[in-house]
């Protein structure tokens, strides 16, 4: 059995409106006609009873690219796996016994607001029968299938978030104080068509928290949210106020608490005068702070995630990420020391501790960057 994830899909649509049953057209950037598919099986809850259409970036292109100009026009097959949680994935069996794939987060989804049907139990289960018979596991995870992405693939998909949220709040200050302001940043963000008929805002909030409890009790009726015991002390550790932490994040946080004890004990802990170095002593205790913020995004999830395997290279992009206020907090450090050397004495005696967090986190870098290669060959 092949295993192909085609990137060279740029849109689609798929109709999920009758149980069981999943049809649907593809475009691929090298083909005239679109591809059909159908598909003998369900989708995960988020999907069920729904109609949906998705774009990706017609110039992307990773490692595992594959030409689509080799895919039947016509998918006939069984369905494994389709969910927007977290991220898009549309995953099936041709009757070559090909296993096709679309996934990643940049693919853009629009999904119908009202489902025409649930999942039951009993379609689950039948959904378990029809993996077991092509020798798939139940639930069968894609990253199981499919090659994880890689640093430079999650350093995109993030930095595409983070254009898209300063885009949003761009918009919440464009249209602050106007009576149609969600809708309008709607239509601007792309996630809603400007030929929609308004809707109720009231009553779509409403609808949004009642979807929002029920998938979190959802998580939390299949979620462990245990640390596994055995990674205690190398994942994760339990942090004096009881959090879960990772242990170079808590040893960035034991380094914020002292440096502003140090100030305390200088009398400059509240930063409230006029003095410029002050300032930039409270500016370099924030750009570490910052890098505790950065690091517990990075590493925190690993005491829970069974499958690193699959994040490894988000690990990495967000790690790299995060030298960014190391870098900052050095150099203004080394600023300080220049123009107010009594300052900079005072900071430098914390540089060594600063070193050393750097070099755990290029050891993290790599030994997870040897965890997917260990993985994808």
């Known amino acids: 059995m092949s295993n192909r994830e085609n990137p060279k899909i740029v849109q689609g649509w798929l109709d999920i409106s009758l149980p069981g049953q999943v049809e649907g057209e593809l475009w691929a950037r090298d083909r005239a006609q679109p591809i059909r598919l159908h598909l003998t099986g369900y989708p995960a809850s988020d999907l069920a009873g729904r109609m949906l259409t998705f774009t ?5 292109e990773t490692v595992r690219s594959r030409d689509a100009s080799s895919w039947a026009p016509v998918q006939r097959g069984v369905l494994i796996r ?3 949680d977290p991220v898009f994935c549309l995953e099936w069996i041709n009757e070559a016994e090909e296993q096709l794939c679309i996934q990643g987060p940049s693919v853009k989804v629009q999904v119908s607001d009202e489902p025409l049907w649930t999942l039951s139990p009993e379609q689950v289960q039948e959904q378990e029968r029809l993996l077991k018979e ?3 596991a ?6 199981d299938d499919f090659l994880p992405m890689d640093e430079f693939e999650w350093e995109r998909s993030l930095k595409e978030s983070d254009e898209m949220g300063q885009r949003y709040a761009e918009l919440l200050t464009k249209y602050e104080g106007h009576p149609d302001a969600d ?11 400007p030929a929609d008929e308004p809707v109720d805002d009231e009553a779509d909030h409403a609808a949004a928290d009642a979807a929002a409890v029920q998938w979190d009790d959802e998580a939390d009726a299949v979620w462990d949210w245990e640390p596994d015991p055995a990674r205690e002390g190398i994942d994760w550790i339990r942090a004096p106020d009881g959090d879960i932490r990772h242990p170079l994040t808590q040893r960035v946080f034991d380094l914020v608490f002292d440096m502003r004890k140090r100030a305390d004990a ?3 802990a509240d930063d409230v005068t006029n003095d410029p170095s002050v300032h930039a002593f409270h500016d370099i205790i924030f750009q570490i702070q910052l890098l505790a913020v950065k690091l517990a995004g990075a590493l925190n999830g690993i005491a829970y995630d069974r ?4 994040m490894a290279g988000m690990i990495v992009a967000q790690l790299k990420r995060a030298l ?3 870098n900052d907090a050095v150099h203004r450090m080394d600023e300080l020391t220049g123009r107010a050397p009594a300052w900079g004495r005072e900071l430098q005696a914390f540089r060594p501790r600063l070193f050393l967090i750097r070099e755990e986190m290029l050891r993290l870098m790599n030994h997870y960057r040897g965890v997917l290669r260990d993985a994808i060959g």
């Open 183 to 193: 809708r309008l940043i709607a239509v601007e963000m792309g996630w809603e068509d």
């Open 266 to 268: 200088l009398g400059i």
């Open 307 to 310: 499958d690193v395997v699959f």
């Open 324 to 326: 960014s206020p190391f």
């Open 56 to 60: 990706r970036p017609a110039d992307e």
């Open 138 to 143: 139940p639930n069968d995870d894609a990253s």
């Open 134 to 136: 092509h020798c798939l």
């Open 82 to 84: 389709l969910t927007c």
